[in-house]
């Protein structure tokens, strides 16, 4: 079975561009959750999502930052206009269940914003 | 609100010598505990964890943690260090009854002295 799988690994944007951040869920997990991590910090929810459904958001920066996780296909965790504040490690992790014992993280996408 | 905190940035320690890193937590019930490793570049790794029962959790690696509710504590501990063990570390909360999110702390980077 593998692992969860994140893609770009890394991504540069040039400040005001789009960044799509991709998180293809473990075989059989319908959850899936994003994390960020800012330079010399832990990380910190952004977002909490069941297929087709976003659960919980409280995290989401109110502006710019958008998520989905369609039927079909990978989460996307989409960025508009980015910011050099945006530059950080975003990781996902899914589950088969929601339950916060069962959660497994992917190696994370370290957007750069020039 | 939930939160965790890790009171050391970062610990040198020689190899061979014994680790001991701090967690403390605010929780409102008996929480879901967690630590993770992260190696540079990397994803986050799971170590241990605590839901219930036995106080003293051992993990992989040859790290055990100890719950201590009159404390609210968590700290990770390992009797004799390895080059390989130096990592960021972080303790995490599992939020019961809201999706699972993990609340993390700030990390403790840890360097080993050969």
């Known amino acids: 079975n593998a692992g969860v799988m994140q893609n770009p690994r890394h991504l540069v944007r040039r400040r005001g561009q789009e960044a799509r951040l991709r998180c293809s869920p473990m075989k059989g997990h319908s959850h899936v959750y994003w994390y960020r991590q800012l330079p010399e910090e832990g990380l910190k929810f952004m977002v909490y999502l069941q297929k087709e459904n976003i659960i919980d958001e409280s995290g989401m920066p109110k502006e710019r930052f958008s998520a989905e996780f369609p039927k079909e296909g990978p989460s996307i965790l989409r960025i508009q206009q980015v910011v050099r504040g945006d530059s950080a490690a975003y990781f996902c992790a899914s589950s088969p269940s929601g339950h916060p014992d069962e959660q497994y993280f992917g190696p994370g996408t370290r957007l750069t914003v020039t | 609100a939930q939160s965790v905190t890790q009171p050391d940035i970062h610990i040198t320690v020689s190899e061979g010598a014994s680790l001991e890193l701090r967690c403390n937590y605010s929780?409102?019930?008996?929480?879901?505990l967690f630590w993770y490793v992260q190696s540079p570049g990397q994803g986050l790794q799971l170590l241990l964890k605590y839901f219930s029962g036995d106080t003293l959790v051992q993990g992989i690696k040859g790290f055990e943690a100890e719950f201590k509710r009159s404390q609210s504590s968590f700290n990770l501990r390992k009797p004799s260090v390895h080059w390989s063990d130096a990592a960021e570390y972080f303790c995490a909360v599992g939020v019961r009854n809201q999706g699972g999110k993990l609340i993390f702390g700030q990390g403790t980077e840890l360097s080993v002295k050969p």
């Open positions: 929780y409102g019930a008996t929480p879901y």
